[in-house]
């Protein structure tokens, strides 16, 4: 089989300096992460990333910039390329069921989130939020997705 990188998308949502997260379980344990997940087939990066935040959070999401791409490769060799956006929350669905595998959605600060580190699902979680509060975006036209 052909070696893939699993494509995912990521969005950083802050609200009075808290930014959305989930709680969720990966290999076994609870982990901390932004609303994310893998690209679908036929789906824009757009339209993924606002899909997996409101399937994750119940938060409606209006990305506004790109913060970011970034590669990682896992300690179990796997390789991800994550799209990160900027977005704002601007409706919630309260009582709407999270996916499976999702426990909470927390609003943490960013020296909250740091004082967790043990518990990031990876490191791009935090190096999102980094890159996000030093201002890093880039205009959402510079991805073009061709149908």
Not at 23 to 52: D, K, W, Y
Not at 69 to 92: G, M, N
Not at 100 to 113: A, C, K, Q, R, Y
Request: proline share 5%; glycine share 6%; hydrophobic share 40%.
């Amino acid at each position: 089989m052909a070696w893939q990188p699993h494509i995912t998308v990521a969005s950083v949502v802050e609200r009075d300096g808290r930014f959305l997260l989930v709680e969720e379980t990966c290999g076994g344990r609870v982990v901390i992460n932004q609303p994310a997940g893998h690209l679908e087939a036929g789906e824009s990066l757009m339209e993924a990333v606002i899909r997996e935040t409101l399937e994750e959070t119940a938060c409606h999401i209006r990305p506004t910039a790109l913060t970011g791409i970034y590669q990682w490769r896992s300690p179990h060799d796997k390789t991800y390329l994550r799209f990160c956006f900027a977005a704002e929350c601007v409706a919630e669905e309260a009582g709407r069921p999270l996916d499976d595998g999702i426990f909470h959605v927390l609003w943490l600060t960013s020296e909250e989130l740091r004082r967790r580190r043990e518990n990031l699902r990876s490191p791009m979680v935090l190096r999102c939020i980094d890159d996000y509060l030093a201002g890093r975006r880039f205009p959402l036209d510079a991805i073009e997705h061709l149908a």
